[in-house]
Structures are given as C-alpha cells and as structure tokens.
Nanobody, 124 residues
Framework: QVQLVESGGGLVQAGGSLRLSCAAS????????MGWYRQAPGKQRELVAR???????DYADSVKGRFTISRDNAKNTVYLQMNSLKPEDTASYYC??????????????????WGQGTLVTVSS
C-alpha cells in the first residue's frame, strides 16, 4: 500500500517559521512531482509549491521569497520550510505526490496521492 504521511504544522505567530514534512511509503519506484497545496476556509485548494524529480520548482506568487520546498528522492520525502509567516497563510496544507510509480501484484502501476492534511494557523 502506498501512502503519504505528513508532519509539522501547528500554531505560530506572524513572522514565525514552520516546517512541514511529507514522506511517501510503499513499493515506490519513482515520483514525478511532490508538492504542497493549501485550502483556507471558504476558499478553493491552491498550489503552494511543488518540485519535480528533474529539479524544476514552482511557487505560488504569494509565497515566493518566504517558503522553500526541497526533496529527498532517496527517502521519497518532501519538505516545506515556511518563513515570515502571515495570517493569510492560515490554512490546511495538503501534501501531493503526482504520478507515483509503484509495484503491486508484480505489475507497475501509477497513481496520484494526497496526504491527510495538516493545519497551519498564523496568529496576528
């Protein structure tokens, strides 16, 4: 069984920092992209940052210069370092793994995974 397990998140004051981690487990061969999305109450889920296996990185304009995404391919783990947090960063953050290649019943399969979500609350 392949799955994502998130850690990190919590309550922090404006200007503070948090680090999120997300590890993919199972008989994984490769993962195309890993990233973080967030959803605030009453709003749609939006991309925060994602990193591809070839090294390309995308950031939302609202987090550029404050957040840094990194990835450990050997551990199938992605990290999101969030600095200079603002109250508008408050949301549930979801880890995503796109085009996960894994073995099941001696066949290679592909799927997209989502984490369970972790809440980040930034107080003013």
């Amino acid at each position: 069984q392949v799955q994502l397990v998130e850690s990190g998140g919590g309550l922090v004051q404006a200007g503070g920092s948090l680090r999120l981690s997300c590890a993919a487990s199972g008989s994984i061969v490769s993962i195309n992209a890993m990233g973080w999305y967030r959803q605030a109450p009453g709003k749609q889920r939006e991309l925060v940052a994602r990193i591809f296996s070839v090294g390309r990185i995308d950031y939302a304009d609202s987090v550029k210069g404050r957040f840094t995404i990194s990835r450990d391919n050997a551990k199938n783990t992605v990290y999101l370092q969030m600095n200079s947090l603002k109250p508008e960063d408050t949301a549930s953050y979801y880890c995503n793994a796109d085009r996960v290649a894994y073995y099941s019943e001696r066949s290679m399969r592909f799927l997209e995974l989502w984490g369970q979500g972790t809440l980040v609350t930034v107080s003013s």
